[in-house]
């Protein structure tokens, strides 16, 4: 289906995200809160699409949260979710998760949890899987990825799935509910990645716009969650993507919490970075 904003269609091209085939193609064939501080009521803005445009800028003033993410994603009746936990500095957009694989078809739970370091045009992954060296890094532009790194690692970094809000349309103000002891504002809207990309923080506007010719459609389903000092605390977008010729269904959720921890980032020397071949 295509989807029409303004007048443009949202049609393009399939993107083959061969780094997410191999992170969890074994699992689905060929495809690869705790609140804090008491923040008052929320009170939404008359106008919902701006409240949620904000998101990001907000965050940004917040400094850090602790993060907790989940990837589900389906593609031939078969459904994986992968799991991660960490912390983020929307500052100096870095973070680190601990991103946990479930187990395979055949119901081992032998994998490793993979450490991720999220850095503004870059991914670095320990314990990347078959091929990599235990002791050995591997770092992934994400500038060069057909999905900027919205799904490729696993976990959506906090960042961009708050600055892929600078994109919302249509969006809709459903209440107030509770999330883990906070209440919140829900808004549900339909997010744009190409115009995401042109209105994003210059640390990640490369990853999106990347994320903006890669998928195949740029209208992407979200639920937002916000406190009332207007801080993002739960989004959930919807994405949709072709590898080797299947449709693959992911559902990216973040959690952010805890605002104000340390978060500290240390990227590897050059030294232990891997530069070999990475197996399948």
């Given at each position: 289906?295509?989807?029409?904003?303004?007048?443009?269609?949202?049609?393009?091209?399939?993107?083959?995200?061969?780094?997410?085939?191999?992170?969890?193609?074994?699992?689905?064939g060929?495809?690869?809160?705790?609140?804090?501080?008491?923040?008052?009521?929320?009170?939404?803005?008359?106008?919902?699409?701006?409240?949620?445009?904000?998101?990001?800028?907000?965050?940004?003033?917040?400094?850090?949260?602790k993060?907790?993410?989940?990837?589900?994603?389906?593609?031939?009746?078969?459904?994986v979710?992968?799991r991660g936990?960490g912390?983020?500095?929307?500052?100096?957009?870095?973070?680190?998760?601990?991103?946990?694989?479930?187990?395979?078809?055949?119901?081992?739970?032998?994998?490793?949890?993979?450490?991720?370091?999220?850095?503004?045009?870059?991914?670095y992954m320990?314990?990347?899987?078959a091929?990599?060296?235990?002791?050995?890094?591997?770092?992934?532009d994400t500038?060069?990825l057909?999905?900027?790194n919205?799904?490729?690692?696993?976990?959506?970094?906090?960042?961009?799935?708050?600055?892929?809000?600078?994109?919302?349309?249509?969006?809709?103000?459903?209440?107030?509910?509770?999330?883990?002891?906070?209440?919140?504002?829900?808004?549900?809207?339909?997010?744009?990645?190409?115009?995401?990309?042109?209105?994003?923080?210059?640390?990640?506007?490369?990853?999106?716009?990347?994320?903006?010719?890669?998928?195949?459609?740029?209208?992407?389903?979200?639920?937002?969650y916000?406190?009332?000092?207007?801080?993002?605390?739960?989004?959930?977008?919807?994405?949709s993507?072709?590898?080797?010729?299947?449709?693959?269904?992911?559902?990216?959720?973040?959690?952010?919490?805890?605002?104000?921890?340390?978060?500290?980032?240390?990227?590897?020397?050059?030294?232990?970075?891997?530069?070999?071949?990475?197996?399948?």
């Amino acid at each position: 289906m295509v989807v029409q904003r303004c007048g443009r269609p949202h049609g393009r091209g399939s993107g083959t995200f061969a780094v997410t085939a191999v992170l969890v193609g074994s699992l689905v064939g060929t495809a690869a809160v705790t609140g804090c501080g008491a923040p008052e009521d929320p009170k939404p803005t008359s106008d919902p699409t701006l409240t949620v445009r904000n998101a990001a800028d907000v965050l940004t003033r917040a400094g850090t949260a602790k993060a907790s993410t989940s990837m589900e994603m389906a593609a031939g009746g078969t459904r994986v979710t992968i799991r991660g936990e960490g912390g983020y500095d929307f500052r100096r957009r870095t973070g680190r998760l601990q991103v946990l694989l479930p187990k395979d078809p055949a119901g081992s739970s032998a994998h490793r949890p993979i450490t991720e370091l999220l850095t503004p045009g870059a991914l670095y992954m320990k314990n990347r899987g078959a091929g990599v060296p235990a002791d050995k890094w591997v770092r992934v532009d994400t500038t060069t990825l057909d999905d900027g790194n919205l799904v490729t690692g696993g976990a959506t970094d906090p960042a961009a799935a708050a600055e892929l809000l600078r994109g919302a349309w249509k969006v809709t103000y459903l209440g107030e509910v509770e999330l883990a002891g906070v209440k919140v504002s829900h808004y549900r809207g339909v997010t744009d990645i190409a115009v995401a990309a042109r209105a994003a923080s210059p640390q990640l506007r490369g990853a999106l716009a990347a994320a903006a010719k890669g998928f195949a459609d740029d209208a992407v389903p979200f639920d937002a969650y916000l406190d009332g000092e207007g801080r993002l605390r739960k989004v959930r977008h919807q994405f949709s993507f072709s590898n080797q010729g299947r449709t693959v269904a992911v559902a990216s959720t973040t959690l952010l919490y805890g605002f104000g921890v340390p978060v500290e980032v240390t990227l590897p020397d050059r030294r232990d970075l891997y530069a070999g071949k990475i197996e399948a």
